[in-house]
C-alpha cells in the first residue's frame, strides 16, 4: 500500500496501519533522508543563536563584546524542512492513527510518539525478541504446506528477529532453513549438506535449489496423476467390454430350465387346438 505522494518529488510514502512498524519506520527513514529531511526527525528544529553586539564601555580604543543570545523562533529554512517531514510522517498515517500525532508541532516528536508506542521501550523490546527467538527455534514446515508460503512465514521471522536487534547470521539462516524443511526435500537437502560448504553458502542459492528440485517434483506428481487417469479410464474401458459380453451371450442362449419345466412338469400344456387342461388335471378335480 502506498500513502501521499511526497511533496515536489515522486516518491511516495508507505502507509501505516499499526502492524510491521519496523518495516514502516525504515522506508520512511529512506524517503526522508532523500529529501534532506531525515536531519529535523532526528534531531529535531534547534534555535539558531543570534549575536548581539555590547560596546564595551571601558573607554575609546576597547573591542567590542559578542554575546550569543538564544532567539525565540527558529529559522525559515528550518521551518520548512519541519513542516515536510511533518507532513510525510502524517500523510502516511491513516485515519485511526493520525490522532496519535495530531497535537505534535514538530517531525521529531511526532516520530517519537510513533516509535514509543509500537517499538516499545528495552524492556518490551525484550520480551518480543524473546518470543520470536522461540517462533524461529521451533519452526517447521508442514507436509501440506507449499514451498512460497513456507519461506514467506520464514523470512518474515527473520526479518522480525532483525528489526528487534538479533544479529542472524547468513550461516545461521541457511542452517536452519536446510533443518525445517518437509520431508518432501529430503533429498535435495541431502545433497547440499553433502556437497556444500554451509559455512559459507548464501541463502539465495539454497533457495534456487530447492525451488528448482520443487518445480521436477511438481512435473513427476502431474505426470504420475495423468497416467493414473489413464488407468483408471482403460480399466473402466475393459470392465464395460466384458459385461456388454456376457449380456449378449445370455440372450443367444435360450432358457433350458423353462424349457424342461414345459415338457415334463408343469400343468398347463399346448395342444393343436388351443390351450386346455391335461388328462391329469381333470382326474385330480374329480376325485
Same mark, same amino acid.
Given at each position: 500500500?502506498?500513502?501521499?505522494?511526497?511533496?515536489?518529488?515522486?516518491?511516495?510514502?508507505?502507509?501505516?496501519? /499499526?502492524?510491521?512498524?519496523?518495516?514502516?519506520?525504515?522506508?520512511? *527513514?529512506? !524517503?526522508?533522508?532523500?529529501?534532506?529531511?531525515?536531519?529535523?526527525?532526528?534531531?529535531?528544529?534547534?534555535?539558531?543563536?543570534?549575536?548581539?553586539?555590547? *560596546?564595551?564601555?571601558? /573607554?575609546? $580604543?576597547?573591542?567590542?563584546?559578542?554575546?550569543?543570545?538564544?532567539?525565540?523562533? !527558529?529559522?525559515?529554512?528550518?521551518?520548512?524542512?519541519?513542516?515536510?517531514?511533518?507532513?510525510?510522517?502524517?500523510?502516511?498515517?491513516? #485515519?485511526?492513527?493520525?490522532?496519535?500525532?495530531?497535537?505534535?508541532?514538530?517531525?521529531?516528536?511526532?516520530?517519537?510518539?510513533?516509535?514509543?508506542?509500537?517499538? $516499545?521501550?528495552?524492556?518490551?523490546?525484550?520480551?518480543?525478541?524473546?518470543?520470536?527467538?522461540?517462533?524461529? *527455534?521451533?519452526?517447521?514446515?508442514?507436509?501440506?504446506?507449499?514451498?512460497?508460503?513456507?519461506?514467506?512465514?520464514?523470512? =518474515?521471522?527473520?526479518?522480525?528477529?532483525?528489526?528487534? =536487534? *538479533?544479529?542472524?547470521?547468513?550461516?545461521? !539462516?541457511?542452517?536452519?532453513?536446510?533443518?525445517?524443511?518437509?520431508?518432501?526435500?529430503?533429498?535435495?537437502?541431502?545433497?547440499?549438506?553433502?556437497?556444500? #560448504?554451509? &559455512?559459507?553458502?548464501?541463502?539465495?542459492?539454497?533457495?534456487? %535449489?530447492?525451488?528448482?528440485?520443487?518445480?521436477?517434483? #511438481?512435473?513427476? &506428481?502431474?505426470?504420475?496423476?495423468?497416467?493414473?487417469?489413464?488407468?483408471?479410464?482403460?480399466?473402466?474401458?475393459?470392465? +464395460? +467390454?466384458?459385461?456388454? /459380453?456376457?449380456?449378449?451371450?445370455?440372450?443367444?442362449?435360450? +432358457?433350458?430350465?423353462?424349457? =424342461?419345466?414345459?415338457?415334463?412338469? %408343469?400343468?398347463?400344456?399346448? +395342444?393343436?387346438?388351443?390351450?386346455?387342461?391335461?388328462?391329469?388335471?381333470?382326474?385330480?378335480?374329480?376325485?
Amino acid at each position: 500500500m502506498v500513502g501521499s505522494s511526497s511533496s515536489g518529488g515522486d516518491l511516495r510514502t508507505p502507509q501505516f496501519d /499499526g502492524a510491521n512498524y519496523d518495516f514502516w519506520a525504515v522506508k520512511m *527513514e529512506t !524517503i526522508l533522508i532523500a529529501h534532506d529531511l531525515w536531519d529535523v526527525v532526528e534531531v529535531g528544529v534547534q534555535p539558531q543563536p543570534v549575536i548581539e553586539k555590547k *560596546e564595551d564601555s571601558g /573607554g575609546e $580604543g576597547s573591542e567590542a563584546e559578542h554575546i550569543p543570545v538564544e532567539a525565540p523562533t !527558529i529559522s525559515r529554512e528550518d521551518k520548512i524542512k519541519n513542516a515536510k517531514a511533518l507532513s510525510l510522517i502524517q500523510g502516511a498515517l491513516t #485515519d485511526e492513527l493520525f490522532p496519535r500525532i495530531r497535537n505534535e508541532k514538530t517531525a521529531k516528536g511526532a516520530w517519537d510518539v510513533l516509535r514509543r508506542e509500537f517499538r $516499545g521501550d528495552k524492556k518490551v523490546r525484550a520480551v518480543k525478541l524473546q518470543a520470536v527467538r522461540a517462533d524461529f *527455534e521451533y519452526m517447521r514446515m508442514t507436509d501440506g504446506e507449499s514451498l512460497d508460503s513456507y519461506l514467506a512465514r520464514f523470512f =518474515g521471522t527473520v526479518n522480525n528477529l532483525k528489526s528487534l =536487534g *538479533e544479529d542472524v547470521t547468513e550461516t545461521r !539462516i541457511v542452517q536452519k532453513l536446510l533443518m525445517s524443511l518437509s520431508r518432501r526435500y529430503k533429498s535435495i537437502v541431502s545433497i547440499i549438506e553433502e556437497t556444500r #560448504d554451509l &559455512d559459507v553458502l548464501r541463502v539465495e542459492e539454497v533457495i534456487a %535449489s530447492v525451488k528448482v528440485y520443487d518445480k521436477r517434483e #511438481d512435473l513427476h &506428481d502431474e505426470r504420475d496423476k495423468v497416467a493414473g487417469t489413464e488407468r483408471a479410464f482403460s480399466s473402466l474401458k475393459v470392465g +464395460n +467390454n466384458q459385461v456388454q /459380453g456376457t449380456h449378449k451371450g445370455s440372450q443367444s442362449r435360450p +432358457n433350458q430350465k423353462w424349457r =424342461g419345466q414345459d415338457k415334463k412338469g %408343469s400343468n398347463w400344456s399346448q +395342444n393343436n387346438n388351443g390351450s386346455s387342461w391335461n388328462n391329469n388335471a381333470w382326474r385330480k378335480l374329480e376325485q
